[in-house]
């Protein structure tokens, strides 16, 4: 059988779609030493690009390339999320059972990505569009060298991009239900409630790990910079999905009202 090293380098160091949704049964080995690559494996359609795309207006979200733009972006940060979590299976110690259930956390939810990347996939060809149609960015991927331990990379994947998704979800998810896109808009119900179990996941091993602290002020001393708590917001901030996901006041009501020069959830966006 395979060791959990070798499924998670086939999908953090394989070049292709097959590599990035491959899986099969494995057995958590003890925990071999591993260096992050400066970029994980991708050639052809689905190398990543330096080019930027501007992400489509909402008004123009019932425009077929428009809507394929908008999967496609979907579907990169679920890809990213994948080889970021297979990564973050290989670079850090698992030497107690403590370690290895939080690494079968990250398993959980690499799993659920994947499923998200072939639903965004396979609704982008039902409208005639292909994966890697559109330049693909690596702005997720470019904090992962910045994550040493377990818990700078909960406090960034967990409590802040997956976060941030939640309100993101659900706001894309109202756009395509207003233009009669109840498929997309299904697809986003899907990912929202993943996202909430992610969060939820993350929330748990930083109580866990946080000692004496709140858990505010620990996210925010294991949150690397320039990355804020702002980026965990997302259009249309929904405190009660947060809170349905995070179950800590506390931490709700900080993050209700922290606010710094970060604006993209500051947008005024119309229909």
Aim: glycine fraction near 4%; charged fraction near 25%; hydrophobic fraction near 40%.
């Amino acid at each position: 059988m395979n060791s959990y090293s070798e499924y998670a380098q086939r999908i953090l160091l394989g070049e292709n779609l097959e590599d990035k949704l491959f899986d099969i049964p494995f057995e958590w080995t003890s925990w071999k030493e591993f260096s992050l690559p400066k970029l994980p494996g991708r050639t052809g359609r689905i190398i990543l690009s330096d080019q930027q795309l501007k992400f489509p207006k909402a008004a123009r979200l019932n425009e077929d390339d428009k809507k394929a733009m908008a999967l496609h972006s979907f579907a990169n940060h679920e890809l990213l999320a994948i080889e970021m979590m297979a990564a973050a299976m290989l670079i850090y110690p698992h030497a107690t059972e403590e370690d290895v259930r939080f690494k079968k956390g990250l398993l959980s939810a690499l799993k659920d990505e994947q499923k998200h990347l072939s639903l965004y996939i396979q609704r982008m060809n039902e409208l005639g569009y292909e994966f890697g149609d559109f330049p693909l960015n690596d702005f997720f991927w470019r904090q992962m060298e910045k994550l040493k331990t377990a818990a700078q990379y909960t406090s960034m994947m967990s409590l802040t991009f997956e976060a941030a998704n939640l309100d993101f979800a659900q706001y894309y998810a109202k756009i395509f239900r207003s233009f009669g896109d109840n498929k997309t808009a299904e697809i986003l119900d899907i990912v929202l409630e993943d996202e909430i179990s992610h969060v939820a996941f993350g929330s748990h091993w930083m109580k866990k790990w946080r000692g004496d602290k709140k858990l505010w002020d620990y996210y925010r001393s294991c949150l690397p910079g320039p990355i804020t708590p702002s980026r965990s917001k997302g259009l249309d901030f929904n405190p009660a999905t947060h809170a349905k996901a995070m179950n800590d006041d506390e931490f709700i009501n900080s993050l209700i009202t922290f606010d710094d020069d970060f604006n993209i959830t500051k947008r005024s966006v119309t229909l």
